[in-house]
């Protein structure tokens, strides 16, 4: 294999019979790795490949829970090797290797052993195993016991054991293979996070996570009140019925913001299920009240989630983040079963029933859910005007829009393409800052978005300055985030300013704008930070960028004699030929994260918000004076 990724034959006409090969399922696996958990990355962001492959491993144990068997699960992470033992079944001991490490070899093909799972191709702890240095699974049953080992997919050792005094079920372990991934390491809180999702969906499945436990009662209330960051205007509908879960609340923020699961896994690009929740809830209000009502009014400040069982799911990719299923069971009639409802007559049917039987019971939340709908729909009507001269301004700023250097290949294109994925957009202060990554950007996945100077502060504004301020109406527009994030058009938004004070409050105004009107765009993980060098540490041999003043000193000290130091003071001094190496593909970026401890409406208001004194008594007693120690 080892020559398939090293050939770099460019001879055209040397397409002869040898030129045609055939890889192993292994040897593909590691070859293309991409095609069955996504992407690789280094656990800088949540969806990277080092998280998916712990998702392949837990949804097996999981299955074992939905079947009825075993109630906990324990996960550890400690060097960089990945633990999961759960107390199910146990898979079957003499097919154990197979089921590890065959292609295509599972029992969830058919039958009964396994129904509304995730795990349906057979592909997942295969791959997890070949695409690991080091690979263990362990089976108890009923005192039997075998333990199968692997190095990058290939056999090791395979031992059987009787008479063990061990609760049944699987263990799994595993340390991801650097050969593949380049060095990574594990966001414990992506874990965590993830877990979470599992317990959310599963109620009364406990996670021993590091020694920590993690369990919900309350599903996906719960999940709601975990993540948002705006008080509720009533408290959340939680409703429930076979196969389906749904929760909701009204906030005061702008937009929608929507969780949906399908069998216990986070489908974070939503599918048929989101589509008809959206759909759904929005028609049942608009009856209830029977007035003529728009749904974008309803839907504004919306918080939701939704969680579906299926049988045999079908999703968009292996890595399963976008439900296709357009059936809740196989449509065609079984033998004791009818023909399976559509997903959107299911949720619809669900949705139209409950809602309306609850806002009828419960008549001071359909009040001020009212109330709610009354405020959207007047703040759109007065800003309505200004809503369409901006659209206008907008469909020519695109034909021609100075500020924005676009790339070829964006996320909302829909085609599939890896490009799509790595799409994004800097925002950037200044045309010198614009003009160095313009020049050294990719064109095909990298845009550029330059700011006239500091923007507006938006805190405490209504959304009416998003389409009076011209730079605010072009940067939504060229995010195309006007009728939320589905439509967005690149995956990362970067901030890109200089690390100095007028740099850092750049950040905090376009932070505060996204916090103010876009909120689901930081929630979903879409908003960077670029760290960029703040040294250049040289001499004749080696050149050493340094972006903290740690890394200045170290430097010096490896470097000396007398080495050249250059300090960035901003973005506009780096070099195209450097700035190539900062916005590659090893760039370093700082994820905006938003939780509900972060406490929003509090910070913005005290950063953000008018001069008090406390703000100002802080400024007062925690000034500093910097020495420089180093030169």
């Known amino acids: 294999m080892a020559d398939l990724l090293n050939n770099t034959n460019s001879n ?53 829970f939905i079947m009825g068997v075993g109630r906990q699960i324990d996960i550890s992470i400690a060097d960089n090797v990945v633990s999961v ?6 898979i079957p001991l003499k097919s154990l290797a197979a089921a590890v490490g065959q292609m295509n070899t599972g029992g969830k093909y058919g039958g009964d052993a396994f129904k509304k799972t995730v795990g349906l191709n057979g592909v997942g702890v295969k791959a997890v195993n070949m695409l690991s240095e080091e690979f263990t699974a362990r089976s108890v049953r009923d005192g039997e016991a075998r333990t199968v080992t692997f190095a ?44 979470r999702n599992y317990t959310y969906l599963n109620t009364g499945l406990t996670f021993i996570y590091n020694g920590q436990r993690i369990v919900s009662r309350h599903g996906l209330e719960d999940l709601l009140k975990d993540n948002m960051t705006s008080e509720g205007l009533y408290d959340i509908i939680h409703l429930k019925g076979e196969d389906i879960e749904i929760a909701f609340t009204h906030t005061n923020q702008y937009g929608e913001e929507y969780y949906s699961f399908v069998n216990g896994q986070h489908t974070t690009q939503g599918g048929t299920h989101q589509t008809a929740l959206k759909e759904h809830i929005a028609r049942t209000i608009k009856e209830f009240y029977n007035k003529n009502q728009e749904y974008a009014d309803i839907r504004n400040g919306l918080v939701a ?34 023909a399976g409802p559509t997903v959107n007559k299911y949720v619809g049917d669900f949705i139209k029933t409950e809602v309306d039987n609850y806002l009828h019971k419960n008549p001071l939340v359909a009040e001020v859910m009212l109330q709610k709908i009354q405020d959207s729909e007047k703040e759109r009507k007065a800003i309505a005007g200004v809503t369409k001269l901006a659209r206008e301004r907008a469909k020519k700023a695109n ?30 202060e200044g045309d010198s800052a614009s003009g160095s990554i313009t020049k050294s950007r990719d064109v095909n996945t990298q845009a550029v978005f330059s700011l006239r100077g500091k923007p507006l ?17 072009l940067l939504q527009a060229a995010l195309n985030i006007e009728d939320g994030i589905e439509t967005l058009r690149y995956n990362k938004v970067i901030v890109a300013t200089d690390a100095d004070v007028d740099g850092m409050h750049i950040r905090l105004l376009i932070i505060t704008f996204f916090l103010q009107f876009f909120p689901d765009l930081i929630k979903k993980g879409h908003v960077y930070i670029l760290q960029t060098p703040l040294f250049r540490v040289r001499n004749k041999k080696k050149t050493s960028y340094c972006y903290t003043e740690e890394e200045r000193v170290k430097a010096i000290e490896e470097l000396g004699p007398n080495p050249e130091i250059t300090r960035f003071k901003g973005l506009g001094e780096i070099s195209p030929d450097e700035f190539k190496h900062f916005i590659g593909k ?5 994820q905006v994260s938003l939780r509900k401890t972060d406490l929003v409406k509090e910070l913005l208001e005290f950063y953000m918000g008018k001069n008090t004194m406390e703000r100002q008594n802080f400024i007062i007693n925690n000034l500093v004076i910097e020495e420089d120690l180093a030169s």
């Not at 999703?315 to 439900?323: A, D, G, H, R």
């Not at 502060?457 to 605010?472: A, C, D, I, P, Q």
């Open 457 to 473: 502060n938006s805190y405490g504004l209504t959304k009416k300055v998003v389409y009076e301020n011209e730079e605010f109406n």
């Open 85 to 90: 033992r759960d107390y199910g079944r146990g």
């Open 152 to 195: 990058q997919g290939l056999e090791q050792s395979d031992t059987w054991e009787s008479g063990v005094r061990e609760k049944n079920g699987t263990f799994i372990s595993f340390r991801v293979d650097e050969e593949v991934f380049g060095q990574y390491a594990y966001n414990l809180e992506y874990v965590e996070q993830m877990i």
């Open 399 to 428: 034909l021609h829009n100075r500020k924005l250097r676009d790339c070829r290949y964006h996320l909302s294109d829909g085609k599939g393409k890896d490009q799509e994925t790595e799409s994004c957009i800097f925002i950037t």
């Open 12 to 64: 055209a006409n040397n397409y002869g019979d040898d030129a045609i090969v055939t890889l192993s399922p292994r040897e593909h696996i590691r070859l293309r790795p991409g095609m069955y958990i996504g992407k690789l990355g280094d656990g800088a962001q949540a969806d990277d490949g080092i998280y998916v492959l712990i998702k392949e491993v837990v949804d097996n144990s999981v299955d074992e």
């Open 305 to 338: 989630a939704i969680a579906i069982d299926v049988e045999e799911p079908m999703f968009e990719s292996q890595t399963k983040t976008k439900l296709g299923s357009n059936n809740m069971w196989p449509a065609a009639p079984q033998e004791h079963k009818p």
């Open 586 to 590: 090893d760039m370093r970026l700082e």
